[in-house]
């Protein structure tokens, strides 16, 4: 699984990847996101809420959820 979403963050684009690794790895509050990446917290959070998604569906086409 550590290797599908490695592949899955490192396919994303550079904001992306600074979102999703800041939130879930770092567990930064979505308003310090936002300031840091100069996005609104809406972006912030409906970025964070694709992003999810996408990984859901890859783990699942990988057969590993």
């Given at each position: 699984?550590?290797?599908a979403i490695d592949r899955f963050?490192?396919?994303l684009p550079e904001t992306d990847q600074i979102i999703f690794i800041s939130r879930y790895w770092f567990l930064a509050p979505v308003a310090e996101i936002?300031?840091?990446s100069g996005?609104?917290?809406s972006k912030v959070k409906t970025t964070l809420f694709r992003l999810?998604?996408?990984l859901r569906d890859r783990l699942?086409?990988?057969g590993l959820c």
């Open positions: 699984m550590e290797d963050v490192n396919e936002a300031k840091k996005c609104t917290q999810r998604r996408k699942q086409e990988e």
